[in-house]
């Protein structure tokens, strides 16, 4: 009996001293574990973040410098075409076209559209070499039908009959070709508009890693109040604010970015639909003051990026901070608490 209390006695002696021994091991190991996945997390969260925002300000950017103008511009270029054939028409039936600066409309309209295709031409990776000389023959044959063989009869019809057939021929004329333009821009620009896999699985990635983050650092403050017995570690709640703050703010401003160009994306569809009218010179006039209208609310829509780039700033410098003062914290820790005593 009392061989056996003895060796029950030295038995437990001895678990007591291996688990005394064995406790701070585990808990040091348990928060350089924390360490380890808190600066993994961080760095992959803020990496994706950071792309991923930093492309949708990329995509509201081109739609905005290039895509957005390039629409804009050959609808308005298809207007004042077609605007200009109608005036000629009026010329000729109202019997004007003797009458002094009576060819002052069409001219503008024909002026109205060159200046439209030559501020898109840096604009768009579209040839456009094709288009422009057309739109120079049909103003000429139109000038040579209204000015030069005014009393030419003959002449004058077959001009203006050029004129037409280039304007209007199918496949090859200068409204078919524009129309075939304009449906290629609107796929470019719906194309920078839509959220790629790319983009929409950056911030699946950046959202799941800060979610990770924030488990972790919770694990961590927990770790330290019950093993360690310390107080709450400042450092790790303001990184877990600042994780919070970093997975809501930048989704929030994207999601509203993202309707925003939605709606860009919509305006433009509306400008590319009035511009396909084809009837009378007013009707074509209203058109025209609508895509202009519309065009600017476009500039309204995209312009306003002072609010996006402050995220972005405030997205840099809290993802900096949310990778270091959690680390900065556990690390503090456990040099005060493990390393120092080894």
Sequence with gaps: MTTTGATSRRGHSLAAFWRGRLSPFRTRRLLEAHLLVLTVCAMVAVGSLLLSYHQTQRGVEALSSREAPAVQGLAAARLAVLRAEWETEVLLKRDLIHVAGSGETYRSQLSAAGQSLSRIADRTDQDLGTVNGLLATYGNSLNLGTSL??????????????ANSLLT??????VPRLDRLQQVQM???????????????????????????????????????????????????AGFVLTVLLAVVPLLTTSSTEDDLDHALSDLQTITEVSRQDCCSHALAGAQQRVTETSEEIRGELGDDAWTDRVYRGTLIGGLLVVLMPATGLVLRLDSDYWRRR
Excluded: I
Excluded at 169 to 174: I, Q, S, T
Excluded at 188 to 195: D, G, I, K, S, Y
């Design 149 to 162: 063989y005014q009393d030419q009869d003959y002449m004058q019809e077959q001009k203006l009959k050029e």
């Design 169 to 174: 021929r199918p496949g090859v004329g200068l």
């Design 187 to 237: 796929k470019h620009a719906e194309a920078t508009a839509a959220m790629g896999w790319v983009r929409r699985g950056g911030w699946w990635v950046a959202e799941l890693a800060l979610t990770a983050l924030a488990l972790t650092l919770m694990s961590a403050l927990f770790v330290l109040r019950d093993r360690c017995g310390r107080d709450w570690n400042p450092y790790l709640l």
